[in-house]
């Protein structure tokens, strides 16, 4: 699916798109139980999409994730923001999770990389501000 049906699928329900992300799973309660249990995600409710509820769940910064069917995984990396990437990173792996990279400082902040149960490239990331005060 290409991005401007991500973006058209979520006009209705948003006033800030920029707080909104969507991600396509093949399995929308296992893709919920993960992002919910190994990442701390938070649900904060459900739509209705097509018929079928998805879940939105939100992240440490405020943004949020909608969980939308869909049997293809997405070609783009998501961003999943954290508040600590070297915690998650560690919890990860100690859960079995394959990860990708080791923690690396980008220009963003701090993140790894790994791929959720969809197949999905997630890109975990801390934000963090190099400039000085």
Do not use: W
Request: glycine share 4%.
């Amino acid at each position: 699916m290409n991005k401007l049906l991500k973006t058209n699928l979520l006009l209705p329900m948003m006033a800030d798109e920029l707080n909104y992300q969507v991600i396509f799973v093949r399995d929308i309660s296992l893709a919920a139980a993960f992002f919910i249990e190994k990442l701390g995600l938070k649900k904060e409710e459900e739509l209705l999409v097509a018929g079928i509820n998805c879940p939105v769940l939100k992240m440490f910064n405020g943004h949020r994730l909608m969980l939308v069917k869909h049997f293809e995984p997405e070609t783009e990396p998501t961003v999943i923001y954290t508040d600590d990437c070297l915690r998650d990173f560690c919890k990860l792996k100690r859960q079995g999770i394959e990860l990708f990279s080791v923690p690396i400082y980008r220009t963003k902040g701090l993140s790894c990389e790994f791929f959720d149960p969809s197949g999905n490239h997630i890109l975990l990331l801390e934000e963090r501000d190099y400039t000085d005060a």
